[in-house]
């Protein structure tokens, strides 16, 4: 009877170590570029963080919750940097970190679509970011994603001549 019973737990542990398993952002980048009046200002955060579910046939069961620090933001212009951490725009001291946390994932065409909440600062948005995910040889994944979201949605800045509204980012993550 005691084998029994650990042949069946053995059996269902096997099981659910089988199903998707929350994984770890283990390396990344993310970057972004906004137009202002002379030219193009690229930047970057760290990587996100966070963990995730991702198997291509079952995305009912796939989910990313991720967050990407605000203190982190670099552009190579510590004036501008120093300026983008203030209360004028991310707010770094109060508003730490931007999170994203999906609640469905799909696919569309070529690619997949992560739906989620996305919040800057103290404001929560609903948004669709595309992605591309390849299973490494490890069994990870490397996912992408290149989206453009107006800045002034989430009250980063003002709307202001000099600079654009809408950034682009591109997020790239090794889950594992």
Same mark, same amino acid.
């Given at each position: 009877m005691k084998f029994k019973f650990a042949v069946l737990v053995i059996a269902v542990l096997?099981?659910?170590q089988g199903q998707a398993q929350t994984s770890k952002v283990v390396?990344?980048?993310?970057?972004?570029?906004? +137009?202002?009046?002379l030219g193009t200002c690229k930047g970057t955060f760290n990587a996100p963080k966070g963990g995730a579910i991702f198997d291509p046939n079952?995305?009912?069961t796939s989910t990313f919750n991720l967050t990407i620090a605000t203190?982190?933001? +670099?552009t190579n212009s510590d004036g501008r940097d120093k300026d983008m951490k203030s209360? +004028?725009?991310?707010?770094v001291a109060k508003y730490p970190d931007i999170h994203f946390k999906?609640? +469905?994932i799909e696919k569309k065409g070529e690619l997949y679509q992560a739906i989620g909440t996305l919040t800057i600062k103290d404001i929560s948005k609903t948004v669709t970011f595309p992605f591309e995910a390849k299973k490494n040889a490890d069994?990870?994944?490397?996912?992408?994603?290149?989206?453009?979201?107006?800045?002034l949605d989430y009250k980063v800045g003002e709307s202001n001549w000099k600079l654009k509204d809408v950034v682009t980012v591109t997020i790239k993550a090794v889950i594992k």
């Open positions: 096997v099981f659910f390396s990344g980048s993310t970057d972004f570029s906004v +137009k202002f009046i079952s995305l009912n203190n982190s933001f +670099k209360d +004028k725009y991310f707010d999906s609640s +469905k069994g990870g994944y490397a996912v992408s994603s290149t989206f453009d979201i107006n800045r």
